[in-house]
């Protein structure tokens, strides 16, 4: 089984090497410079909340991904009442044990705890294993969020809806009509 | 002359490289910016000295926003 759970300064070297192994292999490191970013997990870290995805058996590091909420130094899509996720990367030796999708639904998790409406990614246009994982788990595309940071790099935007918090419970109102029927 | 260098797009200043005062040359890095998918260093585009650095590691920088000014 696949456990996500906050990174340790202990693991930043090795998920920096494993983030630079997964967009290599995605061929994402092929035409733009990246690679010292993807290695200073320290400094995602600092504003951030940097995940693991591991075996919970073994504790084999499989991915981690970089969760982000609006005001970080990371942020560049979400607005307020918004939170997107990124350096979403998962060991190209661990793919398609569902690890991937573990790291995504932390996310959706969190922003749903943080009482955010939606969750903004995007991705590279060529990326299709990872824009088949989100479709999957209910992203949809945002035009409106697409860009490209420079010529030949295109980015597709997407965004997760998340349902409105549930309406607060109504035990205290159960508890005035049981005390006044008491009375 | 003085050249103002200014920040193209969104980013994040991942890295400041350089410091007032520094002499660089045409293509020296003087800082980094990290944006979605990529790096970007922000380059001298000639022999000089570094008069400001008008950023912080850390800091979101808008397009147009000031970065550097070399002299």
């Known amino acids: 089984m696949v456990l996500v759970r906050p990174a340790t300064p202990a693991e930043y070297a090795a998920i920096g090497e494993l983030t630079v192994a997964a967009y290599r292999a995605d061929g994402q490191l092929d035409d733009k410079p990246y690679e010292r970013v993807l290695r200073d997990v320290a400094r995602r870290a600092r504003r951030n909340e940097v995940l693991v995805a591991v075996d919970e058996e073994s504790g084999q590091l499989l991915g981690t991904v970089t969760f982000v909420l609006p005001g970080s130094d990371l942020a560049q899509l979400s607005r307020p009442g918004e939170a997107e996720f990124r350096m979403l990367a998962v060991d190209p030796a661990a793919q398609r044990r569902g690890v991937g999708r573990a790291l995504v639904q932390a996310c959706l998790s969190r922003a749903a705890e943080h009482g955010c409406s939606a969750v903004v990614i995007c991705t590279r246009d060529f990326a299709k294993a990872a824009q088949r994982l989100y479709e999957g788990m209910g992203f949809v595309r945002a035009p409106q969020l697409d860009w490209s940071p420079v010529p030949g790099v295109n980015l597709l935007g997407l965004r997760r809806r998340l349902p409105p918090p549930a309406p607060p419970a109504q035990p205290e109102r159960a508890g005035r009509l049981t005390s006044s029927s008491a009375t | ?71």
Do not use: C
């Not at chain 2, 045409?26 to 000295?49: N, W, Y």
């Not at chain 2, 590691?57 to 550097?68: H, Y």
């Open chain 2, 1 to 71: 002359m003085a050249e103002e260098i200014r920040a193209e797009m969104v980013a994040n200043v991942w890295k400041v490289v350089a410091s007032p005062g520094d002499t660089v040359a045409e293509g020296d890095t003087l800082v980094i910016l990290e944006s979605m998918k990529m790096e970007i260093p922000v380059l001298a585009e000639f022999d000089g000295v570094v008069k400001e650095i008008a950023v912080n590691e850390g800091d979101v920088v808008q397009e147009g926003d000031l970065i550097a000014v070399v002299e």
